[in-house]
């Protein structure tokens, strides 16, 4: 299959350039789209042989369930029977924006998005190409992120390419993601409601919300809440070693001195969330055997960072 690559303004979007890719997603294609997160690889979300394709394009296991994305309100009307109170709270403070929010679906949501699970995860992404994308294909779009399964999540049109491209129809390049990491994903099916991936809204922000949330604990890791959440996450060919401090590097340094070593280094958190992926890439493209970085602080948007660093190792 030929994939057309089209680079749309992420201020300004072309409407004529919009249409064509909603008419794709309208007939039951595949378009790779810029969320604030990272790209995703979208489907219309009831039409089940295209959620089927994302399976197939990103060699996806079949029981890792899809996020649902809308850019209006109305849509979750179809999505599930009822809003909880807690959701509309969070909902209203926090979108458009990276979170991912868990609740009860309806009978309309196909058994292929949810991997037939009884809920759904739901997010209105802050992109002005992901909002009109939903927009102009009238219906909410299930995309994952728009990786090959086991790579890390693309932050730039140019890691879409290299994972899939022959394989969806449409790429759109927006430029390179705002925050780079996935969204914050919160089960509000659970009593009390609990973090399945820590994100750029943090456990602090959503509990000032609505109040007693959990951190997601290892037990949960070990027998996973969500299927999606007991597959190994990338790491890159390089061995990845995290130091406390940053004297600690010379060390590295000095125990594999016959080694290629990477040094990966960052001004601050948001830096490093938004390059951390495209570093792993690159490290790979480069062959690096070691990959060295210092860690950060595990609290808040630090979470995130190091949720991902060491799922990497
Ligand atoms: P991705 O979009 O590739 O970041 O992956 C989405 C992740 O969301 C999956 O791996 C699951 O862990 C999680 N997820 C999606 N739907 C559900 C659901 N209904 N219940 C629990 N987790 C979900
Ligand atoms: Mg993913």
């Known amino acids: 299959m030929k994939t057309e690559i089209i680079k749309i303004n ?30 995703g690889l979208g489907a219309n979300v ?11 394009a990103k060699g996806r296991p079949q029981d890792n369930p899809l996020i649902v994305h809308v850019s209006e309100m109305k849509q979750i009307n179809s999505l599930v029977s009822e809003i909880p109170y807690n959701a509309k709270k969070l909902m209203k403070k926090f979108w458009p924006g990276p979170l991912t929010i868990i609740i009860k679906k309806s009978k309309l949501v196909p058994d292929i998005v949810t991997c037939g699970l009884d809920s759904v995860a739901i997010r209105m992404p802050k992109n002005k190409i992901a909002l009109k994308l939903i927009e102009q294909s009238k219906c909410p779009i299930a995309a994952p992120s728009a990786n090959l399964s086991g790579k890390p999540s693309p932050t730039t049109a140019e890691h879409v390419i290299d994972d899939l491209n ?5 790429i759109i390049d927006g430029g390179k993601v705002n925050i780079g990491l996935e969204s ?16 750029k809204i943090t456990h602090k922000q959503i509990e000032k919300i609505i109040g007693k949330v959990q951190k997601n604990k290892k037990e949960f890791i070990k027998k996973p809440k969500s299927p999606g959440m007991k ?20 060390e590295v340094y000095k125990k594999y001195s016959d080694k290629k070593i990477k040094q990966l280094k960052y001004g601050s958190e948001i830096e490093m969330a938004k390059n951390l992926f495209k570093d792993f890439r690159d490290a790979d493209k480069k062959c690096y055997e070691i ?17 991902r660093l060491r799922k990497a190792k």
């Open 231 to 250: 597959y190994k996450h990338y790491s890159p060919n390089a061995k990845v070693i995290i130091v406390k401090k940053e004297n600690e590097i010379k």
């Open 10 to 39: 992420s201020r300004n979007p072309e409407v004529y350039k919009i249409r064509e890719a909603a008419n794709i997603i309208i007939n039951g294609g595949l378009v790779a789209f810029p969320t604030e997160t990272v790209y």
């Open 166 to 170: 022959g394989k969806i129809d449409k």
């Open 291 to 307: 990959i060295v970085v210092e860690e950060v602080e595990d609290k808040e948007f630090g979470c995130a960072i190091m949720d």
């Open 184 to 199: 914050t994903i919160i089960d509000l099916t659970q009593n009390p409601p609990i973090i399945l991936r820590p994100g």
């Open 46 to 56: 009831f039409n089940k042989n295209a959620v089927k394709k994302i399976f197939i």
